[in-house]
């Protein structure tokens, strides 16, 4: 299939290992925050959403944090499986409008037996 | 329930030519949006329906492209005439509302090559 990301900063992890991935947002009106998961050949999977007045929310095996003061949106999986490789993209939710997405560059994880 | 549906999967087309893309949004969902995703970029919103009415299409070309929602259901993206910085991955997603905050489900996608 094809591949999504071919030039993304890689995440490299040993399977089992927990792993973070950052993102750098740009809009300080940005008050909601969403992590998608890309395997190649497909489209975007919701994976955790957060908005701007919580500093952290749990799902399952996932956590984000957001530090909005230096702007920075984390995504922490734990228990690192080889089903969650994968392209990875942070997107932010404008204030105002209606529901518009802005997705940054993506982070590619490669998770190794 | 049923996922976003997009056809077709791949399209090749030359130069010049056109082409149309199809969507059909998660059943009852009211919000319906079109993006182009470059290789090796993220997403980026071409338009944005609300019902069948267009609410933000401030990033789409519009001397080429255009799209309808003519019934507030499934929808259509054309590009007339294709240029080579249109291959892409063309996506669809669909929310249940025009709410802040409702989040947004994908389809898989139809990948244009312009040659």
């Known amino acids: 299939g094809e591949s999504v990301g071919l030039h993304l900063p890689t995440l490299s992890v040993q399977e089992g290992d927990n792993s973070i991935i950052n993102c750098a947002y740009s809009?300080?009106?940005?008050?909601?925050f969403i992590w998608y998961k890309q395997e190649s050949g497909k489209g975007p999977q919701f994976i955790i959403d957060i908005r701007s007045n919580m500093d952290k929310r749990q799902g399952q095996r996932v956590t984000v944090l957001l530090n909005k003061t230096v702007k920075h949106l984390s995504l922490q999986i734990a228990a690192t499986q080889p089903g969650d490789s994968a392209v990875y993209f942070c997107a932010e939710g404008l204030s105002g409008g209606y529901n518009k997405l802005i997705f940054g560059a993506g982070t590619r994880l490669a998770v190794h037996p | 329930e049923a996922g976003v549906a997009q056809s077709p999967r791949y399209k090749i087309i030359e130069k010049r030519q056109s082409v149309a893309f199809w969507c059909n949004p998660i059943s009852g969902h009211a919000t319906l949006y079109w993006y182009q995703q470059i290789l090796g970029q993220g997403p980026k919103l071409l338009i944005q329906?609300?019902?069948?009415?267009?609410?933000?299409d401030s990033q789409l070309p519009k001397d080429r492209f255009s799209a309808e929602r003519l019934k507030g259901v499934d929808s259509t993206l054309k590009i007339q005439p294709a240029k080579l910085e249109d291959s892409a991955v063309y996506l669809c997603?669909?929310?249940?509302?025009?709410?802040?905050?409702?989040?947004?489900?994908f389809g898989d996608g139809t990948r244009l090559s312009i040659l």
């Open positions: 809009n300080s009106a940005s008050d909601y």
């Open positions: 997603a669909s929310s249940s509302t025009g709410g802040r905050g409702q989040p947004q489900h």
């Open positions: 329906f609300q019902n069948n009415g267009v609410v933000d």
